[in-house]
């Protein structure tokens, strides 16, 4: 574990007291401790590091993390459709499994779906980041208690400076954005026998339906190693994580297999949008620090999915021209109020999943979804859909009594609901 005293001490950057140093989009007083200061060691400003040091490896970054490790404990899928060639190859050294295909299983459908799906760990995150930057500009293990453009105060009373800070620090509380929950608890086990999975099961609906949309999640790592992860949309975010050991032991047993060994376990509560005022959520924060991640909303709405988000937002903040906190706030707001509202028809597919469904009947929403051709799927779930597309996703046999489903909606805009 890196400390505070460390970092400001053995800065690899300094060596310019005083006075104004000039380089490619820089213009700061050298008397700050770094140019940009990420706050919280997550998905999000672990990308923008590992970006920033391979584009842009004059400005100097340091990233401070609350926990005792960057990225923490999570396993981040994506599909392959998700990324640019580009982003796919910078991205690489974080996957730790790929997979040409995957597979959906509902009551009254089971499906494969050929299209590549990959998944990256947070140890290969950390791993990254710590080959990226000077040890000295990684600090863990330490929180952030107060947060300003410039500048960030830690538990211990200490201040770092920067051009920019920006914050990275997940989902905070607010009132502008109407939300809902998408919460799992992963198992990462090893079984007695060869489980046969040739790739993912990113839903198996065919499960009891509880607490809203139940499914659980399967990812293949190896002949007897595998992630299973139960899975619910649901209005509360409760978790109660001894009862979900229990189902996924239940479904272990169900599927003929034998756990022998338990290697990690992983849980999450990620926000799924239904409504809000993104702007009104913006100036709810600390005014002027830029936001990344969760933190600036920036999850897939229906499958609470960050990864491609958090590879944009990566991209945007190392192409800007300038890097202080004004210029910062500015691209990553606009970018997270744009595409709030370019998804808007996700958020209202979400609120006939919440609010007109019953609970045990959410399931169908998906159900039908997935009746859909490849293409749309992957264009869905790459958040660039096309207006032919929510024309063949609303149309047809609907998934719910369309009188209920219509009241539902309309109460919703009216303030009702």
């Known amino acids: 574990m890196t400390g505070f005293c460390d ?3 053995i800065n690899p950057w300094r060596g310019d007291a005083g006075g104004l140093s000039q380089r490619r989009g820089l213009a700061y007083d050298s008397g700050v401790d770094f140019d940009i200061i990420l706050a919280g060691g997550g998905l999000a400003n672990g990308l923008i590091a590992l970006r920033l040091a391979a584009v842009r490896p004059d400005v100097r970054v340091a990233i401070v993390e609350s926990g005792p490790v960057l990225g923490g404990n999570h396993t981040w899928s994506s599909f392959t459709g998700d990324l640019s060639a580009e982003q796919q190859q910078w991205t690489a ?7 040409s295909h995957y597979e959906v299983r509902f009551p009254h459908l089971q499906r494969r779906l050929n299209a590549g799906y990959g998944s990256a760990t947070s140890e290969r995150l950390a791993a990254e980041v710590a080959a990226a930057l000077p040890p000295s500009a990684i600090i863990t293990g330490v929180p952030v208690v107060a947060i300003s453009p410039t500048s960030v105060t830690l538990a211990d009373q200490r201040v770092l400076t920067a051009a920019a800070v920006i914050d990275g620090r997940g ?10 929950w998408q919460k799992f608890l992963g198992l990462e086990v090893e079984l007695a026998e060869p489980h046969g999975l040739t790739g993912p099961i990113i839903m198996d609906a065919t499960v009891p339906q509880r607490d809203g949309y139940r499914f659980v999640y399967t990812l293949p790592f190896g002949p007897t190693r595998v992630l299973i992860e139960d ?3 649901s209005d509360g975010a409760d978790l109660s994580l001894e009862l979900l050991r229990q189902h996924l032991s239940d479904y272990a047993a169900s599927q003929g297999w034998t756990i022998t060994a338990t290697h990690r376990e992983e849980f999450g509560i990620l926000p799924l949008g239904i409504g809000g005022n993104i702007d009104a959520f913006w100036d709810e ?5 830029p936001r990344v991640g969760l933190r600036s909303g920036m999850f897939h709405p229906v499958t609470g999915y960050s990864f491609p988000d958090a590879v944009q937002i990566a991209d945007l903040v190392a192409s800007l021209p300038v890097l202080d906190a004004p210029s910062i706030y500015a691209a990553v707001r606009r970018h997270s109020v744009d595409a709030w509202k370019s998804r808007g028809m996700y958020r209202l597919l979400n609120r006939m999943l919440f609010l007109a469904a019953l609970p045990d009947e959410r399931y169908r929403v998906l159900e039908r979804f997935y009746e859909h051709d490849e293409a749309l799927v992957g264009r869905f779930y790459a ?6 597309d929510w024309r063949t996703i609303l149309s047809g046999k609907p998934p719910l009594p369309v009188l209920r489903a219509m009241t539902t909606l309309i109460k919703y805009e009216l303030g009702m609901a």
Do not use: I
Not at 93 to 99: A, C, D, G, S, Y
């Open 7 to 9: 970092a400001v001490a």
């Open 93 to 99: 050294p974080l996957f730790e499994h790929r997979w």
């Open 171 to 180: 989902q905070g509380p607010t009132k502008a954005l109407d939300l809902r």
């Open 231 to 233: 899975t619910y949309f």
């Open 285 to 289: 924060g600390e005014a002027g620090v």
């Open 383 to 388: 958040a660039r859909p096309e207006l032919r």
